[in-house]
């Protein structure tokens, strides 16, 4: 297994993406490729590196420098790089604005998150994301961060189907971050809740609502689900924001 220095990736940033990988070799896709060879003029013998989105980089020697299909062998491989210590799905509602959902699935990657899923509430104004252009934002922004893992974009549900899907597992730090008290069940601030799980001790997940706020049913039903009420310090915060805030959250406890 090869050992790239953190300061040769910072100062190397081509970072390109296969998923065509078999039997010792790797194919870039075309607009992979086209990037490669007509954008960064790289030719057959040069050495690149190539994540598969699962997790490993690889170090590889071109082969075949078509602005189609570039081939290449790979010559090592680095599991789990640049990896984090927990595992984060982020459950938000669509915001009003298409592309501050984007800006947000972006930001997220870049600091660290393994899987979103597009909730609809009762009070969400938008109902419907737009999944491949997301997902291009994912693959661009996770070789922008040096990350080996491209978060997952998930199926669009309901909130409320997303609470009950969440309702047995124990395994999972759940967490709803919501703009009203209940008196039975007050909120804590979100780093107050991270301060009680250990760096190994698993997956988080935050649910996050829409410009609205969710509704009082769905909040009890979370709460009934296992859910803790979180808040996330006293200014008001839009969607977006409020989802970031939370991923920052999360990093801050884990890499700081």
């Known amino acids: 297994?090869?050992?790239?220095?953190?300061?040769?990736?910072?100062?190397?940033?081509?970072?390109?993406?296969?998923?065509?990988?078999?039997?010792g070799t790797l194919k870039l896709d075309e607009e992979e490729s086209r990037h490669c060879v007509r954008v960064l003029r790289h030719r057959t013998g040069d050495e690149i590196s190539v994540t598969d989105g699962n997790g490993t980089l690889f170090?590889?020697?071109?082969?075949?420098?078509?602005?189609?299909e570039t081939e290449a062998e790979i010559l090592d491989a680095i599991h789990d790089w640049g990896g984090h210590p927990y595992c984060l799905e982020m459950a938000v509602c669509p915001t009003k604005n298409a592309d501050r959902l984007e800006w947000f699935a972006e930001k997220?990657?870049?600091?660290?998150?393994?899987?979103?899923?597009?909730?609809?509430?009762?009070?969400?104004?938008?109902?419907?994301?737009?999944?491949?252009?997301i997902e291009k934002i994912l693959l661009s922004a996770a070789k922008q961060s040096l990350?080996?893992?491209?978060?997952?974009?998930?199926?669009?549900?309901?909130?409320?189907?997303?609470?009950?899907?969440?309702?047995?597992?124990?395994?999972?730090?759940?967490?709803?971050?919501?703009?009203?008290?209940?008196e039975s069940h007050p909120r804590i601030s979100i780093m107050e809740a991270l301060k009680k799980m250990q760096p190994d001790s698993g997956r988080i997940s935050v649910l996050i609502g829409p410009e609205g706020d969710f509704s009082a049913e769905e909040a009890a039903?979370?709460?009934?689900?296992?859910?803790?009420p979180v808040h996330l310090g006293p200014s008001r915060l839009r969607t977006e924001t409020a989802a970031l805030t939370a991923v920052f959250a999360v990093y801050s406890r884990f890499l700081l």
């Open 1 to 23: 297994m090869f050992v790239l220095p953190l300061r040769d990736i910072q100062e190397n940033m081509e970072i390109f993406y296969a998923k065509d990988i078999a039997g």
């Open 59 to 68: 170090r590889c020697r071109i082969t075949a420098d078509s602005a189609k």
């Open 108 to 133: 997220a990657c870049e600091t660290g998150i393994d899987s979103i899923v597009p909730v609809i509430g009762e009070h969400s104004e938008r109902t419907a994301v737009k999944p491949q252009r």
């Open 147 to 182: 990350k080996g893992k491209i978060p997952m974009l998930k199926e669009t549900m309901p909130v409320k189907a997303y609470i009950e899907s969440m309702k047995d597992d124990d395994g999972c730090m759940k967490l709803i971050a919501c703009c009203f008290e209940d």
């Open 221 to 228: 039903l979370a709460v009934r689900c296992g859910f803790i």
